[in-house]
């Protein structure tokens, strides 16, 4: 089975080129049979104006990306900063814990009158 894929931004300004000469063709042939000429600036319009619709669909995707973009980078900064606070507590905590531990050990060791011997 052959992986579905986004098609490329060159492919779909190629299938709208191809769209749009298909209907200029159809016009052309209606034309022919009919008996009558298209006319040239009416069908450049109408071309352009499908240019711009294709523009105006692309920069508004091209917003929504960026305004995505710009919460995910949000959402990820603050947890980031959460971690970074977690991190420094857990640090702290640490520390105190060490030193409360040191200061036992210390405190044992004058209890037995100044040395310690490993027990075996």
């Known amino acids: 089975m ?11 300004q190629a299938t709208v ?4 000469q298909c209907t200029l063709l159809h016009f052309i042939l209606i034309d022919l049979q009919t008996g ?37 980078n949000t959402d990820l900064k603050t947890e980031v900063s959460q971690l970074r606070a977690e991190f420094n507590e857990l640090r702290s905590t640490l520390r105190q814990q060490m030193e409360l531990t040191v200061s036992l050990a210390k405190g044992e060791t004058r209890s037995d009158g100044g040395t310690t011997t490993p027990q075996k």
């Not at 052959?2 to 779909?12: E, F, G």
């Not at 080129?17 to 749009?20: E, F, K, V, Y």
């Open 36 to 72: 009558s000429a298209p006319d040239p600036f009416q069908l450049e319009a109408e071309r352009l104006q499908g240019l711009s619709d294709w523009r105006t669909k692309l920069d508004t995707q091209v917003r929504n990306y960026q305004e995505e973009m710009g919460a995910l």
């Open 2 to 12: 052959i992986p579905a894929h986004k098609p490329s931004s060159v492919m779909q």
């Open 17 to 20: 080129s191809i769209c749009q």
